[in-house]
């Protein structure tokens, strides 16, 4: 039973309320290329998500230890990475909350200079289906002025914090004229975004929790569920989803997180992805900008 105040149960709904809700950031025509530049075989990107000390900021919690944890992101676990990937002569995409960047604008521009991308990761790691849509608007394009003022670089391509895409993000995406986004995971490899039935031009480079770090090794110490997996068995992972897209000539999408990956014992799992990749002799290392122009202009796809 129902009242006025009570909203429908979804198995009430009418057809058009379950339509609307898939269709409203739906996958479209695939974008894979033909071909991916120079004759790679397959594209690599790989992303950090510069986190730092915003997820208990977003939290309302002002413990010096947990904040402690972000310190080691920009601390030690940045110029680790940022060691591994000039020894490989790798550009990656470092997504960032505006915060993080504002609190660290040093980082952030000697990862610009060493030729990385910059890309938009909410204002303080919000989560965005909380926000209505003024105020999402908002954040994030106050989030882009203060990376490109900071980068000195234009900003063309967001990842929403944790992945939480809310029913109006597509929208926003869209009156912000941004080339790409990177939250949705309704494929391997790239796709064009659709709303409500109508083409977007935008990009979707799809993550996958199972290529993402934090999954692995996040800890809580006041959780009952404490997830930890060890490093030699996300490396088995990781490199299981690398060779499926060499194999199949697609897109191997991998984030990470400086402040959880950039730790002794795990750093050595992005550098064994590396060496493995550079073997091949025909991968593709390229920024998330690059792959989604790449695609955006060469992609022969058709409709999913």
Same mark, same amino acid.
């Given at each position: 039973?129902? %009242?006025?105040?009570? +909203?429908? +149960?979804?198995?009430?709904? +009418?057809?058009?309320?379950?339509?609307?809700?898939?269709?409203?950031?739906?996958?479209?025509? !695939?974008?894979?290329?033909?071909?991916? $530049?120079?004759?790679?075989?397959?594209?690599?990107?790989?992303?950090?998500?510069?986190?730092?000390?915003?997820?208990?900021?977003?939290?309302?919690?002002?413990?010096?230890?947990? =904040?402690?944890?972000?310190?080691?992101?920009?601390?030690?676990?940045? +110029?680790? &990475?940022?060691?591994?990937?000039? *020894? *490989?002569?790798? $550009? %990656?995409?470092?997504?960032?909350?505006?915060?993080?960047? /504002?609190?660290?604008?040093?980082?952030?521009?000697? =990862?610009?200079?060493?030729?990385?991308?910059?890309?938009? *990761? #909410?204002?303080?790691?919000?989560?965005?289906?909380?926000?209505?849509?003024? %105020?999402?608007?908002?954040?994030? #394009?106050?989030?882009?002025?203060? /990376?490109?003022?900071?980068?000195?670089?234009?900003?063309?391509?967001?990842?929403?914090? !944790?992945?939480?895409? #809310?029913?109006? %993000? /597509?929208? =926003?995406?869209?009156?912000?004229? /941004?080339?790409?986004?990177?939250?949705?995971?309704?494929?391997?490899? $790239?796709?064009?975004?659709?709303?409500?039935?109508?083409?977007?031009?935008?990009?979707? @480079?799809?993550?996958?929790? &199972?290529?993402?770090?934090?999954?692995?090794?996040?800890?809580?110490?006041?959780?009952?569920?404490?997830?930890?997996?060890?490093?030699?068995?996300?490396?088995?992972?990781?490199?299981?989803?690398?060779?499926?897209?060499?194999?199949?000539?697609?897109?191997? @999408?991998?984030? @990470?997180? $400086?402040?959880? #990956?950039?730790?002794?014992?795990?750093?050595?799992?992005?550098?064994?992805?590396?060496?493995?990749?550079?073997?091949?002799?025909?991968?593709?290392?390229?920024?998330?900008?690059?792959?989604?122009?790449?695609?955006?202009?060469?992609?022969?796809?058709?409709?999913?």
């Amino acid at each position: 039973m129902t %009242t006025p105040d009570m +909203p429908l +149960p979804p198995w009430q709904w +009418p057809e058009r309320r379950w339509r609307a809700a898939v269709g409203r950031a739906r996958a479209g025509r !695939s974008l894979h290329p033909a071909f991916w $530049p120079g004759g790679a075989r397959c594209a690599f990107a790989i992303s950090f998500d510069a986190d730092h000390d915003t997820i208990p900021l977003r939290d309302g919690d002002e413990s010096p230890m947990r =904040i402690s944890q972000g310190h080691y992101g920009n601390r030690r676990g940045v +110029p680790r &990475i940022r060691a591994l990937l000039q *020894h *490989h002569a790798v $550009p %990656t995409t470092f997504f960032y909350p505006a915060v993080s960047a /504002l609190i660290y604008p040093d980082e952030v521009r000697g =990862i610009v200079a060493d030729g990385h991308e910059i890309g938009i *990761h #909410s204002w303080i790691h919000e989560r965005n289906t909380h926000l209505d849509a003024e %105020t999402e608007m908002d954040l994030t #394009s106050r989030a882009r002025d203060v /990376l490109q003022d900071i980068s000195r670089r234009p900003v063309v391509g967001i990842r929403t914090a !944790s992945w939480d895409f #809310s029913v109006n %993000t /597509l929208s =926003i995406i869209r009156q912000m004229g /941004l080339l790409y986004d990177s939250s949705l995971m309704a494929d391997d490899d $790239p796709y064009e975004l659709v709303q409500d039935g109508e083409a977007t031009g935008i990009v979707e @480079l799809p993550p996958e929790w &199972i290529r993402d770090d934090a999954v692995y090794f996040n800890f809580d110490r006041f959780s009952a569920l404490r997830p930890y997996t060890a490093p030699r068995d996300v490396l088995d992972i990781f490199m299981a989803e690398f060779q499926g897209a060499y194999e199949e000539g697609g897109l191997f @999408l991998l984030t @990470l997180h $400086p402040h959880i #990956s950039g730790h002794r014992s795990r750093i050595g799992v992005i550098a064994s992805l590396l060496e493995a990749a550079r073997q091949k002799g025909d991968v593709w290392f390229a920024t998330h900008r690059q792959v989604a122009a790449w695609c955006a202009t060469q992609s022969h796809g058709t409709t999913a």
